[in-house]
């Protein structure tokens, strides 16, 4: 397995992390937080141009908006998935209403939108709410 480079979500240090120890809760060398929460990452514009510019590790964002009905009933499946697909893939979520600059740059025009990257550049998209059962599948379906 190779390298990944993953970026520590508490102090944005850069790390390198061998591919067969993904699995094994690595922390970030510089402040030793999870690289990997089992919780999907907060985003922000930078943090996220951050994460596609350095990560090998592929990063699936959910563009959200608290007002948002059908975004709610997904966010604990997302949630959820975090946990089950750490080490394979990272999940996110960006707030629409708060970052509307990042939100427009990636063509957001309905929410909720998945959006799947792979070494900064998109792979997959999907818009509307889905069932565990349907995240799933679409996760498992990435060709990463």
Same mark, same amino acid.
């Given at each position: 397995?190779?390298?990944? @480079?993953?970026?520590?979500? %508490?102090?944005? %240090?850069?790390?390198?992390?061998?591919? *067969?120890?993904?699995?094994?809760?690595?922390?970030? /060398?510089?402040?030793?937080?999870?690289?990997?929460?089992?919780?999907?990452? =907060?985003?922000?514009?930078?943090? #996220?141009?951050?994460?596609?510019?350095? *990560? &090998?590790?592929?990063?699936?964002?959910? @563009?959200?908006? +608290? !007002?948002?009905?059908?975004?709610?009933? #997904?966010? +604990?499946? @997302?949630?959820?998935?975090?946990? *089950?697909?750490?080490?394979?893939?990272?999940?996110?979520?960006?707030? &629409?209403?708060?970052?509307?600059?990042?939100?427009?740059?990636?063509?957001?025009?309905?929410?909720? =939108?998945?959006? %799947? @990257?792979?070494?900064?550049? *998109?792979?997959?998209?999907?818009? /509307?709410?889905?069932?565990?059962?349907?995240?799933?599948? !679409?996760?498992?379906?990435?060709?990463?």
């Amino acid at each position: 397995m190779s390298d990944h @480079f993953l970026i520590c979500p %508490a102090c944005q %240090a850069k790390n390198r992390v061998p591919g *067969e120890r993904l699995q094994q809760a690595p922390q970030c /060398g510089k402040c030793k937080a999870p690289l990997l929460p089992s919780q999907p990452l =907060t985003l922000d514009g930078p943090l #996220m141009d951050r994460l596609l510019a350095n *990560e &090998t590790l592929p990063l699936v964002v959910d @563009f959200w908006a +608290p !007002w948002c009905g059908p975004c709610q009933s #997904m966010a +604990p499946v @997302f949630s959820a998935a975090a946990g *089950e697909v750490a080490g394979q893939l990272r999940l996110a979520k960006l707030d &629409t209403e708060a970052h509307q600059a990042a939100a427009s740059r990636f063509g957001i025009r309905s929410i909720p =939108t998945l959006i %799947a @990257f792979k070494n900064g550049k *998109e792979i997959a998209r999907q818009s /509307g709410a889905l069932s565990a059962g349907q995240l799933r599948q !679409w996760l498992q379906n990435l060709s990463v």
